[in-house]
């Protein structure tokens, strides 16, 4: 065998490395229906915690057979909705404290605005009909909110030595929210791995970028 014959074997052997590793990648990056279900390990693998996806995905029988990354992000949608909304009793609970005690509150009022926003984003793209539409507007909102928030923190802003044991609960539900929203999104940016304009007018407010209206002076 010449060496022309065996370089055009390895060519041919090397572009079928590339189809079924294409293939492979296929499985969990597209979003329309794929001929197996979705590889959750290679999904999760993408996420910043892998084995926590792995352990929320895995409790719900429906996404081991997903065949399109839809069901998996709709899955997520609930999960958000469900912290929001279980959030909420808590902040209403917090102000009527806050009232009461004349006092003041930075870090639950920071908490508060937070998750505010991430039930409000919920609340314009969960219902919108166009599925593509939905995911993107679930991005664009996903990419504003960690930008801001991965150098804004309310832990970092508060003194934490001042919060009331309600709002260091608050703060915990914020951060169990926190990591849905971190998986979601990375799942989510293989659908649309565009990066979102800020001057973008369809895109969602940005979060404020520090404690203007918050009242930091713990004093009472």
Same mark, same amino acid.
Request: aromatic share 8%; charged share 25%; with cysteine.
């Given at each position: 065998?010449? $060496?022309?014959?065996?370089? =055009?074997?390895?060519? *041919? /052997?090397? %572009?079928?490395?590339?189809?079924? @590793?294409? #293939? ?38 429906? $996404?081991?057979?997903?065949? =399109?990354?839809?069901? *998996? /992000?709709? %899955?997520?949608?609930?999960?958000? @909705?469900? #912290? ?137």
């Amino acid at each position: 065998m010449d $060496s022309s014959t065996l370089g =055009s074997m390895f060519l *041919l /052997l090397a %572009l079928m490395f590339v189809v079924v @590793a294409a #293939k492979d990648d296929a499985d969990w990056r597209t979003c329309t229906q794929a001929d197996v279900p979705i590889d959750l390990q290679a999904l999760c693998s993408q996420t910043e915690d892998s084995k926590a996806c792995m352990k929320f995905l895995s409790a719900f029988p429906e $996404s081991r057979a997903a065949r =399109s990354l839809q069901p *998996l /992000l709709e %899955l997520y949608i609930k999960d958000m @909705a469900n #912290k929001t909304e279980e959030a909420k009793p808590l902040i209403a609970l917090l102000y009527k404290k806050q009232e009461v005690r004349k006092s003041h509150m930075c870090l639950g009022d920071c908490l508060a605005t937070k998750i505010n926003d991430v039930s409000k984003a919920l609340a314009a793209f969960s219902t919108t009909v166009d599925i593509n539409d939905k995911f993107i507007k679930m991005d664009h909102f996903l990419q504003r909110f960690f930008r801001v928030n991965s150098y804004y923190k309310c832990e970092d802003k508060c003194p934490i030595t001042s919060a009331s044991v309600d709002e260091i609960t608050l703060a915990d539900k914020f951060q169990a929210l926190w990591n849905v929203l971190e998986q979601a999104g990375r799942i989510d940016a293989h659908m649309f791995p565009t990066e979102v304009d800020d001057d973008d007018p369809e895109a969602p407010p940005l979060p404020p970028t520090d404690l203007t209206g918050y009242n930091t002076d713990t004093s009472s």
